[in-house]
């Protein structure tokens, strides 16, 4: 069955430094694969998106995140993280075909010191 | 582009009584629309997947004659909560898909709904 594995649930960073988020997933078939960010409250704000090609992919907010098929894991990266990007994030696996349905991790919540 | 909002943002109810969540595609027609619930500080659960003028399917768990879910036309869908209960409360989030235009599992999320049953 497929699954998302977010490994950390805190992860507490200075502002200025470099920032990665662990995603990993399991799944038979091509993974469609996402990260979102949720701020207190509020839905979800689509970061990146990874469906084929390029496994480098860019996303809003200086975010971007690598696939790596041997690893099983789309791992997001920021290379200097500003205070307003503390929020939950949220890995999420596509599945299901023509239903369109995500699966998502745990999330890991991000707070960033200054 | 594919901005999806949800009505109302907040609503508390007294037990026992039933509460309608709206959830529209604004500037898109959304064949599938999707309910999740949101425990606090815990992950998204998929309730139910409705496609427009079906019945929805719901998730293994979930109550489908007290969660009513009706995606009438392609930009509304609606989660009525029947004879809500305290451990109802909860963040409510819909999501919607076109995939004639936005390939790949692709889901676009509203605002989210706090309800508060006492």
């Known amino acids: 069955a497929q699954s998302v594995t977010q490994p950390d649930i805190h992860i507490t960073v200075s502002e200025g430094a470099s920032l990665e988020l662990r995603c990993n997933y399991s799944y038979g078939a091509t993974p469609y694969l996402f990260w979102y960010v949720q701020s207190p409250g509020q839905g979800l704000q689509l970061l990146l998106k990874?469906?084929?090609?390029?496994?480098l992919v860019q996303g809003i907010k200086g975010f971007e995140a690598e696939f790596k098929r041997s690893q099983s894991s789309f791992n997001l990266r920021k290379p200097s993280v500003h205070w307003s990007d503390a929020a939950e994030y949220f890995c999420a696996l596509g599945y299901g075909g023509s239903q369109g349905n995500l699966i998502f991790g745990k999330g890991t919540k991000l707070s960033v010191k200054p | 582009g594919a901005v999806v909002s949800q009505h109302p943002s907040r609503v508390i109810c007294k037990s026992g009584t039933s509460v309608k969540i709206e959830c529209r595609s604004l500037?898109?027609?959304?064949?599938?629309m999707f309910w999740y619930r949101q425990f606090p500080k815990q992950s998204l659960m998929l309730m139910a997947t409705s496609n427009e003028g079906s019945k929805a399917t719901y998730e293994q768990g979930v109550e489908k004659d007290k969660f009513l879910i009706n995606h009438a036309s392609l930009t509304l869908s609606t989660l009525t909560v029947t004879s809500a209960h305290p451990e109802d409360s909860s963040f409510y989030i819909c999501?919607?898909?076109?995939?004639?235009?936005?390939?790949?599992?692709?889901?676009?999320f509203g605002p989210g709904t706090r309800l508060t049953v006492l």
């Open positions: 990874y469906f084929s090609g390029d496994t």
């Open positions: 999501s919607a898909r076109d995939p004639r235009r936005y390939s790949y599992n692709e889901q676009f």
């Open positions: 500037d898109f027609q959304a064949t599938t």
